[in-house]
C-alpha cells in the first residue's frame, strides 16, 4: 500500500545528516528498528524507491526519518530529498522488518548506521529499560556524530564515541578492534546490535565470534 505524505519539518542535524518529519497516515504502525521506502512525489523521482530507518517513536504524531545525504550518489534521491521543503510531497510505503530489540546488549554503529538504533533506544529511554545497554559508535569526525547530545543524555558514561579520522577530537580515538572490544564488552553472552558499512560488520562479526559471541546474539542491519 502506497500514502501521499506532506513534510512537516526539515532540518540539518550535522552537515550532512537532515532530519525530515513527516504527516502520518491514520492507523500507520510500525516497531522501532523497522524501515520502509520513500520515493519523491514528482514525475523525475516516483519510481526511484529508497529505503529509510523510522527514528522518531511509533506514537509519535508524525514519521520521522534521519537521512545522510550523498552528493555524490548517481541516483541523487538523499541530495534531492535535502531540498525538499515544508509542503513537499513523499510517497510513503508499508513498514518492513530490520533490527528488533531482543534484550540488554551492546550497539554498535557506523557512521549513518546509528539510525536502526534511534527509535530502538528512544523507546527503551521512554519506557525507563535502557539499563544494561551500551552503544559504541564509531565516525570519521567530531562534526559526523549523529544527535550526540541525545544520546548522551539517555546513556550517559554507556555512550562511547569513537572519532577515526580527527587528531584534535573531543571523544575517543580507539578503532572497534580486538583490543577494544576485550577492554570495553564485559559479557560476550550478551546481544550485539550491529549496523554500519559492510567491512566493518564482517570484521566485527569475526572478532565477536572468536571473542564467544553466539551466533543467535549477534544482530547486523544491513
Known amino acids: 500500500m502506497k500514502f ?8 540539518y542535524l550535522t552537515h550532512n545528516v537532515i532530519q525530515l518529519r513527516l504527516e502520518k497516515p491514520l492507523g500507520y504502525r510500525f516497531v522501532p528498528g523497522q524501515a520502509t521506502e520513500l ?3 514528482k514525475a523525475a523521482w516516483k519510481g526511484k524507491k529508497n529505503p529509510f530507518t523510522f527514528t522518531g517513536l511509533a506514537d509519535d504524531p508524525y514519521l520521522e526519518f534521519t537521512i545522510k545525504v550523498y552528493p555524490d ?19 510513503l510505503r508499508e513498514p518492513w522488518g530490520a533490527i528488533a530489540y531482543q534484550g540488554p546488549g551492546y ?6 548506521g546509528i539510525t536502526p538504533f534511534i527509535a530502538i533506544l528512544r523507546q527503551l529511554n521512554k519506557e525507563g529499560r535502557l539499563a544494561g545497554n551500551k552503544l559504541f559508535f564509531s565516525n570519521r569526525t567530531d562534526q559526523d556524530v549523529i544527535l ?14 569513537l572519532i577515526s579520522g580527527q587528531e584534535d577530537t573531543v571523544y575517543d580515538k580507539r578503532r572497534i578492534d580486538l583490543a577494544f572490544l576485550k577492554a570495553e564488552v564485559t559479557d560476550f553472552s550478551r546481544h550485539f546490535y550491529i549496523c554500519g558499512p559492510d567491512p566493518m560488520m564482517v ?3 569475526i572478532l ?3 571473542l564467544g559471541a553466539k551466533a543467535d546474539s549477534v544482530v547486523f542491519e544491513h
Open 4 to 11: 501521499i505524505v506532506k513534510i512537516l519539518s526539515t532540518r
Open 39 to 41: 520515493s519523491i512525489n
Open 73 to 91: 550518489s548517481s541516483e541523487g534521491v538523499t541530495l534531492q530529498l535535502s531540498k525538499l521543503g515544508v509542503g513537499d510531497e513523499l510517497i
Open 107 to 112: 550497539f554498535i554503529a557506523g557512521g549513518s
Open 148 to 161: 550526540a547530545g541525545e544520546l548522551k543524555f539517555m546513556l550517559g558514561e554507556d555512550a562511547l564515541f
Open 203 to 205: 570484521q566485527l562479526n
Open 208 to 210: 565477536l565470534t572468536g
